[in-house]
Nanobody
Framework: QVQLVESGGGLVQAGDSLTLSCAAS????????MAWFRQYPGKEREFVAG???????YYADSVKGRFTVSRDTAKKTMYLQMNSLLPEDTAVYYC?????????????????WGQGTQVTVSS
């Protein structure tokens, strides 16, 4: 497992941009498959974007073209650049990691989670 800490959430207006960060501690960060999930009140966590150890990226249809996931191995940090934010992007955003396999869209496949960061987009 790896310890994860998200940051960068906040309150923005529709159309604004925001960048989330996920800082990891521990070894072998470059080998981890990483992902961003979000959770609406009373709902299950849903996949937003992911990036493999080989830097392959994956996105949910709802964020394609607006969000960009990246990682900096030297800084052990994953990022989520969110542009053209919509009110429906309002949620708690979590980062997740798993050592083996690939980038999965199911939250049950991940064994390391951050504490979450709130993103609120006003209309």
């Amino acid at each position: 497992q790896v310890q994860l800490v998200e940051s960068g959430g906040g309150l923005v207006q529709a159309g604004d941009s925001l960048t989330l960060s996920c800082a990891a501690s521990g070894r072998f960060f470059s080998a981890f498959n990483m992902a961003w999930f979000r959770q609406y009140p009373g709902k299950e966590r849903e996949f937003v974007a992911g990036i493999s150890g080989a830097y392959n990226t994956y996105y949910a249809d709802s964020v394609k073209g607006r969000f960009t996931v990246s990682r900096d191995t030297a800084k052990k940090t994953m990022y989520l650049q969110m542009n053209s934010l919509l009110p429906e992007d309002t949620a708690v955003y979590y980062c997740a990691a798993r050592r083996s396999g690939v980038v999965y869209t199911a939250p049950s496949e991940y064994d390391s989670w951050g504490q979450g960061t709130q993103v609120t987009v006003s209309s």
